[in-house]
């Protein structure tokens, strides 16, 4: 009878196990396989800036959104949008929404995209916004960024801050002067205006993240 | 006793397929060469053809009877680099049995001079490259695969019956198992 309650025990235990290995693995699937889709909540979280100092979403008091971009120093097309994220940071941050630029890059896999590297590269660059830095790479398959540059609208809501829009900067890497179209502007400025983004979401070839 | 045994069955398949999703994720990355970019040089004398999609996009549909491997890559892009010899591999091997290897370079412009040419020129790269020069990538990436999210290296393997892509690298014997579905 004891012999029995034991086993009983013990299969009770590994249910429990089962059911939490299985309820952490889908989690886990879900996010290291597909990331966030328009219309889900991003989750915040706590990063160091390139000035020493940790950010988060929630410090933003006044923001009505963010536009999160995973970008690194070393990928060309990273390097090619530079200056187009700065001038985005510039035109929106008055709106209420502004760039935090996130390298999810490991450093022992990419020494070019170290927190040292970050610092000169947005010294040199003369970066106006938080540049953060993955570390330990927990913030990026949240997202389900694959590529450099890749950027993630919010909304702030009530509720949490809301995937408004998914993908690239616009439709031309190569030369800013010869874009048709403004993707994240577009989708930023229908956000504030309370329109439908068209297109909510965009492919192009970028770095995979390493 | 069952139920504790289908319970640990359970766990180690869990286990297994956690550990399969790890393997499963390749990417595209940088090589860690830092980029020379140079203003003002001029286009002139590439060695390879330049495509924009309209142009380059009959190379995916080519009805010859022959097998098509078409492979995109850049020289800053580490992944493709080390992949690069298996295709070199096919190529040799498989010229004979009507199968083609074509090398899509993602190479900027102001790269083309200064590393592509040079790249294939010191690797003495065998198969064809070209070059695909279309900064309009969200209209054309869903053209070459729907399922394709725009990471390199990528491979589009096709014949008139059948074709697959793969936004993923490849061992030697990968790429052989994947083309042997093809011609055979």
């Excluded at chain 1, 502004?98 to 022992?108: E, Q």
């Excluded at chain 2, 490259?129 to 990538?137: A, C, N």
């Excluded at chain 2, 695969?145 to 589009?156: D, M, Q, Y």
């Amino acid at each position: 009878m004891k012999k029995r309650r034991i086993l009983g025990g013990s299969a009770l235990l590994l249910i429990f196990v089962a059911a939490f290995a299985m309820g952490f693995k889908v989690e886990t699937e879900h996010n290291l396989d597909k990331g966030y889709q328009v219309g889900d909540k991003a989750a915040d979280f706590s990063l160091k800036n390139v000035d020493g100092a940790m950010v988060s979403l929630s410090d933003f008091d006044g923001a009505r959104g963010f536009l999160v971009i995973f970008t690194c120093n070393t990928c060309p097309y990273a390097q090619a949008y530079e200056d187009r994220i700065i001038a985005l940071d510039a035109k929106y941050k008055p709106q209420g929404v502004p760039v935090i630029a996130i390298n999810p890059n490991d450093p022992s896999v990419k020494p070019g995209d170290g927190f040292a590297k970050m610092k000169e590269r947005a010294a040199e660059k003369g970066f106006i916004f938080p540049y953060l830095f993955d570390e330990g790479q927990k913030v990026y398959p949240k997202y389900g960024a694959t590529r450099t540059p890749h950027v993630f609208l919010l909304e702030k809501t009530a509720t949490g801050n809301m995937v408004k829009y998914i993908g690239a900067i616009d439709d031309n890497y190569q030369d800013a002067s010869q874009v048709d179209e403004t993707f994240v502007e577009n989708a930023v400025d229908a956000m504030l205006a309370g329109n439908e983004i068209n297109p909510k979401t965009t492919k192009a070839i970028g770095c995979g993240i390493k | 006793m069952n139920k504790l045994l289908t319970l640990g069955l359970m766990i180690s398949i869990i286990m297994g397929c956690a550990e399969e999703k790890k393997q499963k994720k390749v990417e595209a990355e940088t090589a860690d060469n830092e980029l020379v970019v140079q203003k003002d040089n001029t286009n002139t004398d590439v060695a390879f053809p330049i495509y924009d999609f309209d142009g380059f996009e009959p190379m995916l549909h080519k009805d010859d009877g022959k097998t098509y491997v078409v492979n995109f890559w850049a020289t800053w892009c580490k992944p493709c680099i080390e992949e690069m010899p298996h295709f070199e591999r096919i190529h040799s091997e498989q010229k004979n049995n009507n199968v083609e290897v074509i090398l899509v370079s993602l190479d900027m412009p102001n790269m083309w001079k200064t590393r592509l040419e040079p790249f294939v020129e010191n690797k003495n790269i065998q198969a064809e490259v070209v070059i695909l020069d279309d900064p309009k990538q969200n209209d054309w990436i869903p053209k070459v695969s729907e399922e394709w999210g725009g990471g390199i290296p990528a491979t589009l393997i096709y014949n008139k019956d059948k074709r697959t892509f793969y936004e993923r690298g490849f061992t030697y014997e990968e790429l052989n198992n994947e083309l042997y579905k093809f011609i055979n």
